[in-house]
């Protein structure tokens, strides 16, 4: 894999985050990508999450930046960390990391193999460039101002993309909020792709009283490379929307942008509806209920899971702890779509007094790790104490690293 190595500098405002640093323009045509939102045809249907391409105006930006006035002071907005199929990156080694330099500067580490930045505004500006409209192919030296959200869900992308441009003729505000699920209040409920509903309960989650209200932020999954300066100067948790997003997800679809595709082939005004995805065989143990429209239930579900974690497994909070970080949350979605799956609930078996059993545990051991093997230790601690699986099943080092998870007493 190779790699870009940039600076930049942090800003900080409500939405989240992001990073200001300049590109240059040859390097940005490699790694970023763009999908176009608009009404493919009479019913409505929609496709994408940007403007259509304008050929001529293409061409006049090409025109102008081989001009010896040629200048682009406003800032291309990338959101780092998303495939082209529109899945978060998980993979530490293909993820776009960030490295603190001192208390404002940052170095990012940019894999150029994989086209792993989605462009949320200036997809014109960037296109320019391209052979078809550029004579003067030395011009993709030009370094263009770039603001870099990290792990910013598709939802916020278009909210942020039409909160920008909605006020421009090209660009239709509601369209872009109807596709990513900002404005599901005003729409059927039968009309709610997987993606609008994890959006939807994350964001009540996080403003209405719940387990987790106010600790749901945009931000970057932490990197290795940060996790001492977030460990050091952090002084209440939180967890990225990506993260919540993600999870609630597992527990309806297989495939969120397969069942996106699929349902935006009617109105959501027509004949638009969840049973349009009830033909394809998809196993996540909270489906069904998506497919009754019984979202009462689902939410049900998640907020007592939640709430059982806040009085079990979250119920003292340690920084150095990964049971607030990603891969423990992670790895408790995880837990909760297993213990769905085998259906072991009942009114007395329930989350808190199986979540109980977990308390043995030290998540701030050294032994855990901010990464995909983390997660999956975890889980398998967790699992292994609710006896969902068997230790049989386990490889030695798995079990070791378990060990190592538990609580030391005084004595030791």
């Known amino acids: 894999?190779?790699?870009?190595?940039?600076?930049?500098?942090?800003?900080?405002?409500?939405?989240?985050?992001?990073?200001?640093?300049?590109?240059?323009?040859?390097?940005?045509?490699?790694?970023?990508?763009?999908?176009?939102?608009?009404?493919?045809?009479?019913?409505?249907?929609?496709?994408?999450?940007?403007?259509?391409?304008?050929?001529?105006r293409l061409k006049e930006i090409g025109t102008y930046i081989s001009s010896v006035e040629?200048?682009?002071?406003?800032?291309?907005?990338?959101?780092?960390?998303?495939?082209?199929?529109?899945?978060?990156?998980?993979?530490?080694?293909?993820?776009?990391?960030?490295?603190?330099?001192?208390?404002?500067?940052?170095?990012?580490?940019?894999?150029?193999d994989k086209k792993l930045a989605a462009i949320v505004d200036g997809q014109h500006r960037l296109m320019g460039f391209g052979e078809k409209y550029l004579k003067d192919q030395?011009?993709?030296?030009?370094?263009?101002?770039?603001?870099?959200?990290?792990?910013?869900?598709?939802?916020?992308?278009?909210?942020?993309?039409?909160?920008?441009?909605g006020n421009q003729k090209r660009v239709d505000k509601s369209l872009a909020l109807e596709q990513f699920g900002?404005?599901?209040?005003?729409?059927?409920?039968?009309?709610w792709t997987p993606e609008k509903l994890a959006v939807y309960f994350t964001r009540t989650l996080n403003f209405k009283?719940?387990?987790?209200?106010?600790?749901?932020?945009?931000?970057?999954?932490i990197s290795t490379s940060l996790k001492k300066e977030v460990f050091s100067s952090q002084k209440d948790w939180s967890i990225s929307t990506a993260t919540i997003v993600d999870g609630i997800l597992g527990l309806i679809t297989s495939n969120a942008k397969r069942d996106r595709v699929e349902m935006a082939q009617e109105n959501i005004w027509g004949k638009r509806s969840r049973s349009m995805v009830s033909n394809i065989r998809d196993k996540s143990p909270l489906r069904i209920q998506y497919l009754d429209r019984d979202d009462d239930y689902i939410f049900k579900i998640i907020f007592n899971y939640l709430s059982a974690i806040k009085e079990t497994l979250w119920k003292t909070y340690d920084p150095k702890s990964y049971i607030f970080k990603t891969v423990g949350v992670q790895a408790l979605f995880d837990v909760l779509k297993r213990i769905l799956q085998i259906n072991i609930l009942t009114e007395q078996n329930d989350f808190k007094s199986l979540l109980e059993t977990a308390q043995i545990y030290d998540f701030s051991s050294s032994a855990v790790q901010a990464s995909g093997i983390g997660r999956k230790d975890i889980r398998n601690a967790i699992l292994l104490t609710m006896e969902i699986i068997n230790q049989d099943i386990l490889t030695e080092n798995d079990l070791n690293k378990i060990n190592d998870f538990k609580k030391k007493s005084p004595e030791n």
């Open 209 to 221: 009283e719940s387990p987790i209200k106010g600790h749901i932020k945009i931000a970057p999954k």
């Open 138 to 165: 030395s011009k993709l030296d030009i370094e263009l101002p770039c603001a870099i959200f990290f792990d910013l869900p598709n939802s916020y992308q278009a909210f942020l993309f039409a909160t920008i441009n």
């Open 70 to 112: 040629m200048s682009f002071p406003n800032s291309i907005i990338l959101a780092a960390n998303y495939s082209e199929a529109g899945e978060l990156v998980d993979d530490e080694a293909e993820r776009w990391d960030i490295d603190s330099i001192d208390s404002n500067l940052y170095k990012i580490a940019i894999p150029t």
């Open 182 to 191: 900002f404005n599901v209040e005003d729409e059927p409920q039968q009309t």
């Open 1 to 56: 894999m190779n790699y870009l190595e940039i600076y930049a500098i942090r800003v900080h405002q409500e939405l989240s985050d992001f990073y200001i640093t300049s590109i240059r323009a040859g390097d940005l045509l490699k790694f970023t990508f763009s999908e176009k939102l608009e009404y493919t045809d009479e019913n409505g249907k929609l496709k994408g999450n940007q403007r259509k391409i304008d050929e001529k």
